[in-house]
């Protein structure tokens, strides 16, 4: 199995201002996913990290709201840019592993 | 701790019960299925899994059943202890290229000692 940290665990951020979550995996993973859950809600793709290219967002998510790199095999970043309190939740990235899927312990974002 | 669980239909048990948290999935052509656990402050937990090719798996103290008849698949889990209150997703795989998940809405596990 792979263990994934996230960095920070959790922030307060104001509004307008962007925040970046790092996420370390000990191992290779294949695949890595950013995924956010609101308070009290089921969790949602946002986009698969793709390694040296572009990340493949979801539907209702975009590149300029949420860049994402993945400079290599066990590390990405999401960056949750121009903020708004409705972007107050917790984001959780993931590596896949053969079928197996590994979350991060998620970052829990609050903007005020 | 966190607000995980916090809107989501909940099934209380008294410990020692056996649980059975039931989820409907969407798209007939998903071909791999998974329990999550979540905790309070934590990221999903794998359980356990079953391809569409089956219809039950087991585990240690948990079963999964899949009936495609109806898309519903149900996490059954024996003799609950309170180490297992938490909130389960389902989840499924729509895309095989990607291997992306589709999580279901969630249930709150309870575990009354």
């Known amino acids: 199995s792979a263990v994934i940290s996230q960095k920070p665990s959790r922030d307060i951020c104001q509004r307008g201002t962007s925040l970046t979550i790092q996420c370390q995996v000990d191992s290779q993973v294949t695949m890595m996913f950013w995924y956010r859950q609101q308070p009290g809600q089921s969790l949602t793709l946002i986009a698969t990290?793709?390694?040296?290219?572009?990340?493949?967002?979801e539907s209702g998510f975009v590149i300029d709201k949420f860049p994402i790199s993945r400079p290599n095999l066990t590390f990405s970043t999401l960056t949750v840019s121009n903020m708004s309190p409705e972007d107050s939740s917790i984001y959780l990235c993931?590596?896949?592993?053969?079928?197996?899927?590994?979350f991060g312990p998620g970052t829990r974002l609050t903007v005020l | 701790g966190e607000n995980v669980g916090l809107h989501l239909p909940t099934l209380s048990v008294q410990e020692g019960d056996n649980s059975i948290i039931n989820c409907a999935y969407s798209?007939?052509?998903?071909?791999?299925f998974i329990w999550y656990k979540q905790e309070s402050g934590k990221g999903p937990q794998f359980i356990i899994d079953?391809?569409?090719?089956?219809d039950k798996r087991q585990g240690q103290r948990v079963t999964v059943l899949l009936n495609k008849t109806v898309k519903h698949l149900s996490l059954q889990i024996a003799a609950t202890q309170p180490g297992d209150s938490a909130v389960y997703f389902c989840?499924?795989?729509?895309?095989?290229?990607?291997?992306?998940?589709?999580f279901g809405s969630g249930t709150r596990l309870q575990v009354q000692p």
């Open positions: 990290a793709n390694q040296g290219s572009e990340a493949t967002y």
């Open positions: 079953i391809r569409s090719n089956m």
């Open positions: 798209n007939s052509a998903s071909d791999y």
């Open positions: 993931s590596g896949q592993t053969h079928n197996e899927q590994f």
């Open positions: 989840a499924e795989i729509l895309d095989t290229g990607r291997r992306a998940l589709t």
